[in-house]
């Protein structure tokens, strides 16, 4: 199935290289996706048993009105038109707060159908600050895969907390896969303002530490990231892969690009045959 959202970083045109690293039974493992932004991998593997998890609690409020009201997000997202005008409006509207979780959802999907490039971004205030985008005929409400994604969530925990829940959900033999936001290569590249604060190199050092955590505990994890943190994850498996990518502040630096894909998978698979 697709995501619903589109994100930058997302993971759609890297599918297969990620999933070739998943352990052959991954479908029948229990899966947490601690950065869960667009959705990409976790709505193709749709996990029987797990948890979604995001810092973002407007995105996380989203997906539990997919789960619980996709009807009602429908009928209220369809009410909005796609005009230069009616997106500001509707932007000044969103950051205003003090939204039901219906309206505050549909009106995620809106600014993320018909802005700049399914850009998710806030300023220093918290304040959802995308410009409006320039499409021909932009599909704002994609039922099918509303339905689609709201059959997927019900199977798992949707999550609002920071990443470190890993160490009390997950268990021996569950699957982790990780998009954390990634360490800018340059400035040009830095569209990891999610949320106000950001994600620091210390978040990034924080995040390497849970990981080895769960590695020690015989939790089988894929991340995703860019090649600067590799440093942080000496010992482990690290495959280079090129992504196509389209956020960029500078239209000639858009294309493809290098990031990496680190994994315990093969260091831990030997040891779980010979027990």
Same mark, same amino acid.
């Given at each position: 199935m697709t995501a619903v959202l589109k994100?930058?970083?997302?993971?759609? %045109?890297?599918?297969?290289a990620i999933l070739s690293t998943f352990p052959p039974d991954y479908e029948n493992r229990v899966f947490h996706e601690p950065f869960l932004g667009g959705g990409a991998v976790f709505f193709t593997v749709r996990p029987r048993r797990?948890? +979604?998890?995001? +810092?973002?609690p407007r995105l996380i409020n989203f997906y539990?009105?997919?789960? !619980? /009201?996709?009807g009602r997000l429908v009928e209220e997202a369809s009410k909005y038109t796609y005009d230069r005008d009616t997106y500001y409006r509707l932007r000044d509207h969103f950051n205003e707060g003090s939204? %039901? #979780?219906? !309206?505050d959802a549909s009106l995620l999907l809106y600014l993320n159908k018909t802005g700049y490039n399914g850009l998710y971004r806030v300023n220093s205030r918290g304040l959802f600050n995308v #410009?409006?985008?320039?499409?021909? &005929? #932009?599909t704002i409400v994609p039922i099918d895969d509303i339905y689609a994604a709201s059959e997927a969530l019900r199977r798992v925990e949707i999550r609002? /907390?920071?990443?470190?829940?890993?160490?009390? $959900?997950?268990? !021996?033999?569950?699957? +982790?896969?990780?998009d954390p936001p990634y360490e800018p290569v340059s400035r040009t590249s830095n569209f990891n303002t999610y949320n106000p604060t950001g994600f620091p190199w210390g978040e990034q050092e924080r995040l390497s530490e849970t990981i080895r955590e769960l590695d020690a505990r015989g939790a089988l994890f894929v991340l995703s990231n860019s090649e600067p943190v590799g440093k942080l994850y000496k010992g482990f498996t690290i495959k280079t892969v090129h992504? &196509?990518?389209?956020?960029?502040?500078? $239209?000639t630096a858009r294309g493809p690009v290098r990031e990496i894909i680190v994994? &315990?998978?093969?260091?831990?698979?030997?040891?779980?045959? /010979? /027990?």
């Open positions: 994100w930058a970083g997302g993971k759609r %045109s890297l599918i297969q797990g948890t +979604v998890n995001d +810092v973002n539990r009105v997919v789960r !619980e /009201e996709p939204l %039901s #979780p219906v !309206e #410009p409006f985008g320039t499409y021909r &005929n #932009p609002n /907390e920071d990443f470190s829940y890993l160490l009390d $959900a997950t268990r !021996e033999g569950d699957l +982790v896969y990780l992504a &196509n990518r389209s956020i960029n502040t500078k $239209a994994t &315990n998978i093969k260091h831990q698979n030997p040891r779980k045959k /010979e /027990e």
